[in-house]
């Protein structure tokens, strides 16, 4: 009862009206973004950070309308899935084996519909698991003390292979990265660390400056490099013929896919991309010699698209309850809290419980706008995707750079957001992820704090920082989490690479 008294307050947060249409822009501008091939939630809900800024918003309103471009861009990536065989992201790359064929039979609207209401179910069935778990877990979170902090953080950098990792060792070094630059500044003890004498180092690199240049500006490099030759004319889509008989056919698909796809999301380290495999792979089993998937089969297309939306809510539950990002957007997300003076984590949900519940009510208010968006507005996103980026260019540009000088009116600012965006331009050219440089910047400072004060306590004593039951827990869960999406990620690479080509050959 008292949970469901905290999601009417969260409702009476989403609902006010100005909330209301920051929920419905974020809903629109994520889908597009998600259907921009390359971009992924991660990009956009780095790039739309700045507007929050310039905006003024509060910060359940920028919270609010940036969880609906990340949910919005994960019904966005199946779009260009299935109307050029070219996946948004790489969540997406499963909903090309069967939604591809479908336009091919001139069932692309069918193909849209389908995934636009299977990414409804996966999505409102992880925000009901949402609602249900987090509290439990923020309750748990609160028996933790600096110790098991420590072991958490410990935890989260040993799960960055299942979020980002192709190549451990670029996995391992970008984290290093990530941890250095957090350690510019004045520390705790007073003492200066590479400041170099720049007065604006002294309190550290702002995660925004970091965030905007790394992902958006090295972005906008990648497009002024590989797409400034202009958009493909507009696709047609076919008039909608999609009966109540065949979408009861894919609500049992969607359903699996949704509850295999939020489990995913919760289990650090896994993410959106397992879940869309697991959500394919399960109907395959279940359908057995039924169906027809990689030809066109709608079950095909409905359990992938509700695992990846399903896996996207899920892994807001370990960044609300315990501040560690579950996927790369929400470590984005992360850092958004945390430059407006909230702290992600269980005391959350007591002391900021207006923000916590008004996200969590916007994200069922925003499945709903999304659902309404995403069937009768396909014809305009198809559209839209053929604007060349000649004129989106300047747009984001613009965005990025009033956003980031209003949150500090400097122009060194500035500087160093171009410097890391270039600098992200030449990791991203060496495959060398971001999200592990961003977390790395984001939970440095608090892990540290952590070791120090568990040290502290103990006179130095480093066994101190495993000298619980629950802290040996975690060291364990980490060391597992290390080792097995180094043995698992790549056999799931290679299974959904197998299962692309295969679709491709039967095309």
Known sequence: METLGYLIDGFGVALQPHNLMFALMGAFLGTLIGALPGLGPANGVAILIPL????????ETALIMLTAVYA??????????????????????????????????????????????????????????????????????????????????????ATLGGITGKNPVKTILAAAIGLMIATVGIDSTGTQ???????????????????????????????????????????????????WKEVREIMPSSIRGGILGFIAGVLPGAGASLGSFIGYTLEKKVVGKKGYFGEGDPRGVAGPEAGNNGASSGALVPMLTLGVPGSGTTAVLLALLI??????????????????????????????????????????????????????????????????YSISNSAFDLYFMVAFGVFGYFLRKLEI??????????????????????????????????????????????????????????ILRRRMQAAAGHGNQTD
């Open 433 to 490: 992820p971001m999200v592990p440089i961003i977390l790395g910047l984001l939970l440095g400072p608090e892990m540290e704090k952590n070791l120090r004060h568990t040290l502290d306590i103990a006179d130095g004593d480093w066994t101190a920082l495993w000298d619980s039951g629950l802290a040996i827990g975690l060291w364990v869960v980490a060391i597992v989490g290390l080792v097995l999406p180094y043995i698992v990620g790549p």
């Open 52 to 59: 929050a800024f310039t905006l003024g918003l509060r910060p």
């Open 193 to 243: 660390r590479f400041t170099f004498g720049i007065l604006e180092l002294y309190e550290g690199i702002d995660f925004i400056i970091a965030i905007v240049g790394l992902f958006a500006i090295s972005e906008l490099l990648f497009f002024i490099e590989d797409r400034a030759g202009g958009g493909k004319g507009p696709m047609v889509v076919n008039k909608l013929k999609l009966s």
């Open 339 to 404: 430059s407006m003076n909230i702290t992600p984590g269980p005391l959350m949900f007591t002391q900021n419980a207006d923000i916590v519940w008004g996200v969590i009510a916007a994200l069922l208010i925003g499945n709903f706008l999304l659902l309404l968006l995403n069937i009768p507005l396909v014809g305009i996103f198809v559209k839209l995707l053929s604007v060349p980026p000649m004129y989106l260019l300047p747009i984001v540009t613009m965005v990025a750079f009033v956003g980031i």
């Open 72 to 157: 919005g861009a994960m019904y966005g990536g199946r779009i260009s899935s299935i109307l050029l065989n070219i996946p948004g992201d790489e969540p997406a790359m499963m909903t090309c084996l069967d939604g591809y064929p479908m336009a091919q039979k001139g069932k692309a609207a069918e193909a849209l519909a389908i995934s636009a209401i299977a990414s409804f179910m996966g999505s409102l069935i992880a925000t009901v698991g949402l609602i249900l778990l987090a509290p439990l877990l923020a309750k748990f979170a609160l028996t933790f003390g600096a110790a098991e902090y420590f072991a958490l953080f410990v935890l989260a950098f």
